[in-house]
């Protein structure tokens, strides 16, 4: 995106519409076409004729066809545009752009912590992680046992974090919900952001530790360990015994370094929450240059929330590297078809009448909004909720859209790192991986400059390019993923939002 | 129950078998018969002549037949039992007891709190309750900044307890989901345990607060006030402004007074977790015992978990006060069934292998166990999940079985009180409503003895009579009701076990 006028933004040179930057008389000029109408703040104008039935084009893709001749100048929306349902014909692996890698020679670094089994932490925290909710109190009495004088003997910890949530129990112990929460327990377990470990169940549940160590080789030592309430016999001891067990972890823990690693080993959660009709025009593409950069340098970008790009889905298999990628991506679609149905919703992502006031015409244009966020290069995996990611490059991990269950499947995939793009202002934060909040406006972004890292609504008010923009992301991923605290760090966000996706019934 | 000989115990007097509290070898005596083989701890033996195709009667309740005749001292299990499915034939109001009243005059009184709207209170909290995951850093930093030096001004106020939970958007704005959502924030809202409440939301999730507070009609007062992240511009500022409410809540909240309440304004939530094959035994009969007792006063019992009394519903259709009260229970039913089979699960509730190692033969039985926790009154109300209880006496209440989704929705239904059996062993606590712990066996009572507040396990090894651990039971909740700690609150624990359930997709 550049700023291609003083009052309008265009997201691609072969785009045939631009974006109203803020409301515009009848008789403006934008791009050597003046407006024909009062175009809304956030709506579209032609900047050629486009003919009925010629494609509309915005972000490079088709985002609907004319419904009528669209003479240069004129507002582009509902009134004069038509989507065609094109899901019958996927094509795969038809629009792939070459990465510009860089050099090997010549690519950044970051200061990280390299794991014995050749991963790299951006953090280097304790974890008590939980296998159900029985045991929630128990690791947060644990964790917090731990004060800022003690901890100050550890300076190469950052602290001892309780991961509590509200399942595994009374649930089945197969299938897509008993998976997806053991592949995020075992994500947790195994973060790189993790020097040690320690585990708390109650005994009984469904979500037994024994079973996970189990089925994911797990060895217990020193920095990994687990413990079960009802075995130990009760709160108070459960709590003394773990609370020795990370006091023995520390010094251990604190023997980390951060040492020089290449960019290449950053992978970086791409999220959105609380979008607004920006989102899509400033947060999201800036966001999607960052990665770019990213995967430029052999790193790691994971888009997610399957259900916001409901509708665009048809333009990430274009992008997929092989066709066995771009069926992957489809099946998740199919699943989510079933899954919203069968819970009597559906996976209608079409525009809202907020969204098509806000100057949002079709789902695809709000999909590809969403999607802007993981840039231009091809689509190299596509993986489960919590899976972990093993492909380099751009990829995609399914969850909901809902910020801090598709974070938890986020991290739990391997991301040591998360940018947030938000328009109303989230006040989200995570741990282990620090996140970077991103505004997509400037007036959001003053009123909550305590919660807000990079205001991307300087695209539009600053008239700050889409690739400075992309850039300033980019290297403050660096800079936090070297130790820099984000805003959300600085507030002490990121023990309350761990949130397992829930599938299936809660019995 | 009573200990019928050393070796066994008797659950009604119409029964005609009992069950081993020790394995037994035959030739031993059991109530004036001689056991036949060796009979394993925690299994039945007839204790007269059983001719194939006659009833076999546990609970002075049928729980299957006899598929071949079976002689006095002989073990009673699968081998020569058979189980008739007789959903079909549901009967409504056939088995109705009528209730012993205690004369008004002559009823047990408690110190309880009572509210301007005439409800009781058996604890004085400030709640900070949040509308989605998005607010929950907020809520605890403001609950947490409130220290023990600051509570100690307030002796009359029990603590302020943030309500933190991982759910509040990216799910269907109406359904059964959303609805059962609202109840629970509605119920946590008006709970009588609370003397003041703050909700605070983020403002742009589904669960909005203002669209609560229209549908319930909650007017915003001194003592109850609401607000949103956005609204106040990022974290810090709410935090600031939380803490500011809260702290001009605490003296006006401080003048409540604990005052002679009738034991009638009890509401007991009846729960078990962690069952063994002592639960439906001891503990769950002893709790029922105690649900008669508190029904006699003129109070309310709310048993729960759908799931596990399934199988048995008929016969608690048999005590429903009228015919529309059991109809809204065979329709529980009926949706759950519809709830498992569209997650691909069932609601097969049959004795698992373990259950029957552990001497459970039928479903009946199983299902009677957990149900034998609301006594022997009649069912005179069922509800949705955290809707308000409004009758008297012995009701259900629709929930999972898992303990703390469960209890956060009888804790919204308006339950003042929690009293929780448990086998295994569970280290389960609940605010604003206190949770009494009742252990079904000594072993795990010795060795979890700072959890347990009742052993109902002195039953089998100290010959304890199901009416005395019944009355313990009931008058250990007076106490605990008039602000005597219970074990879990003396644990601390309660914080962190808000569970809304979860029904529908998360988008
Ligand atoms: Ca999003
Ligand atoms: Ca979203
Ligand atoms: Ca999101
Ligand atoms: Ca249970
Ligand atoms: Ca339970």
């Known amino acids: 995106m550049t700023r291609s006028s003083a009052v309008s933004v265009r997201l691609d040179a072969s785009d045939n519409v631009v974006t109203a930057i803020r409301a515009l008389e009848a008789g403006t000029p934008v791009e050597g076409v003046v407006t024909t109408t009062m175009i809304p703040r956030g709506h579209k104008i032609a900047t050629v004729a486009i003919p009925q039935g010629a494609v509309i084009r915005k972000y490079a893709q088709v985002i609907g066809y004319a419904s009528a001749d669209i003479a240069?100048?004129?507002?582009?929306?509902?009134?004069?545009?038509?989507?065609?349902?094109?899901?019958?014909?996927?094509?795969?692996?038809?629009?792939?752009?070459?990465?510009?890698?860089?050099?090997?020679?010549?690519?950044?670094?970051?200061?990280?912590?390299?794991?014995?089994?050749?991963?790299?932490?951006?953090?280097?925290?304790?974890?008590?992680?939980?296998?159900?909710?029985?045991?929630a109190t128990a690791a947060r009495m644990i964790a917090s046992a731990f004060g800022p004088?003690?901890?100050?003997?550890?300076?190469?910890?950052?602290?001892?974090?309780?991961?509590?949530?509200?399942?595994?129990?009374?649930?089945?112990?197969?299938?897509?919900g008993f998976d997806a929460l053991q592949r995020v327990m075992w994500g947790y377990a195994r973060h790189p952001n993790h020097g040690g470990v320690l585990m708390v169940g109650?005994?009984?549940?469904?979500?037994?530790?024994?079973?996970?160590?189990?089925?994911?080789?797990?060895?217990?030592?020193?920095?990994?360990?687990?413990?079960?309430?009802?075995?130990?016999?009760?709160?108070?001891?459960?709590?003394?015994?773990?609370?020795?067990k990370v006091r023995a972890m520390l010094p251990l823990a604190n023997e980390a370094r951060r040492e020089p690693c290449p960019a290449s080993e950053l992978m970086v959660a791409l999220q959105c929450g609380g979008s607004d009709a920006w989102s899509g025009i400033t947060a999201n593409p800036a966001l999607g240059q960052a990665c770019d950069l990213l995967v430029a340098q052999g790193g790691t970008?994971?888009?997610?929330?399957?259900?916001?790009?409901y509708g665009a889905e048809h333009l990430l298999t274009r992008r997929a590297s092989d066709r066995k990628t771009g069926d992957k991506l489809v099946g998740l679609i199919r699943w989510w078809e079933d899954y919203t149905a069968r819970n009597k919703g559906s996976m209608d992502n079409n525009p809202s009448p907020g969204n098509k006031k806000g100057g949002l015409t079709t789902i695809l244009e709000k999909s590809l909004g969403a999607a802007a966020k993981g840039g231009t290069t091809p689509l190299n995996g596509v993986y489960k909720y919590g899976e972990p990611v093993t492909a380099r490059g751009f990829t995609f991990m399914d969850s909901p859209g809902y910020d801090p269950a598709s974070v938890t499947g986020q991290i739990a995939s391997g991301c040591n790192l998360v940018a947030?793009?938000?328009g109303r202002g989230s006040a989200f934060g995570s741990k282990p991986a620090p996140c970077i909040k991103i505004a997509t406006n400037s007036e959001m972004y003053n009123r909550m400059t305590d919660d807000m890292d990079?205001?991307?609504?300087?695209?539009?008010?600053?008239?700050?390019?889409?690739?400075?923009?992309?850039?300033?992301?980019?290297?403050?991923?660096?800079?936090?993923?070297?130790?820099?605290?984000?805003?959300?760090?600085?507030?002490?966000?990121?023990?309350?939002?761990?949130?397992?996706?829930?599938?299936?019934?809660?019995?």
């Open 454 to 507: 990079v205001n991307a609504g300087a695209m539009l008010t600053e008239g700050v390019s889409l690739e400075e923009k992309g850039r300033e992301i980019y290297e403050l991923l660096l800079r936090v993923a070297s130790g820099e605290q984000s805003k959300s760090e600085a507030q002490g966000l990121g023990d309350f939002e761990f949130v397992p996706w829930q599938i299936g019934a809660t019995m």
């Open 301 to 309: 970008g994971v888009l997610a929330e399957t259900p916001e790009i």
């Open 72 to 135: 240069p100048g004129e507002h582009v929306h509902t009134q004069n545009t038509e989507f065609r349902n094109t899901e019958a014909e996927y094509e795969f692996s038809t629009d792939l752009r070459p990465v510009a890698f860089v050099p090997e020679a010549g690519r950044d670094t970051f200061m990280g912590y390299r794991r014995a089994n050749g991963r790299v932490g951006t953090r280097n925290y304790i974890a008590v992680l939980t296998s159900v909710n029985c045991s």
């Open 149 to 176: 004088e003690e901890m100050a003997q550890y300076p190469n910890v950052d602290g001892v974090v309780a991961f509590v949530h509200g399942t595994g129990c009374g649930m089945a112990g197969s299938g897509d």
């Open 202 to 244: 109650l005994g009984c549940e469904m979500n037994q530790i024994d079973w996970l160590l189990e089925a994911y080789g797990i060895e217990k030592g020193p920095l990994f360990q687990a413990m079960n309430i009802q075995d130990v016999a009760g709160l108070r001891k459960t709590v003394e015994l773990g609370i020795e």
């Open 420 to 422: 947030f793009t938000t």
